[in-house]
């Protein structure tokens, strides 16, 4: 298991930015591929963005693409979620996540192929 640590969580106004860390510990952080995910009061939890293993691939939910950048850090062992121009249904709780296959090719959404999970940061963001 990888242990998985979101910090940078706050509250902004509408057109701010905010950038969240994952701090990771345990098994080999640079062998998976690394997501982030968020969940609004009431709804289900959603994909944000997600980065392979090597960092050269990205994949976006549409809903944030253009405007939120996911990196990684392997020898700092964490991975980013820079947001910029937030908006107030941006609000969420956001839980970064990694992958359960070491090298594993696939850069997914699917919350199911994601084995270990932080325990979020909250994001409020006011209008």
């Known amino acids: 298991q990888v242990q998985l640590v979101e910090s940078g969580g706050g509250l902004v106004q509408a057109g701010g930015s905010l950038r969240l860390s994952c701090a990771a510990s345990g098994r080999t952080f640079n062998a998976y591929t690394m997501g982030w995910f968020r969940q609004a009061p009431g709804k289900e939890r959603e994909f944000v963005a997600a980065v392979s293993w090597r960092g050269g691939s990205t994949y976006y939910a549409d809903s944030v693409k253009g405007r939120f950048t996911i990196s990684r850090d392997n020898a700092k062992n964490t991975v980013y979620l820079q947001m910029n121009n937030l908006k107030p249904e941006d609000a969420a709780v956001y839980f970064c996540?990694?992958?359960?296959?070491?090298?594993?090719?696939?850069?997914?959404?699917?919350?199911?192929?994601?084995?270990?999970w932080g325990q979020g940061t909250q994001v409020t963001v006011s209008s």
């Open positions: 996540a990694a992958h359960s296959v070491r090298y594993s090719s696939s850069v997914t959404n699917k919350e199911s192929q994601y084995s270990s």
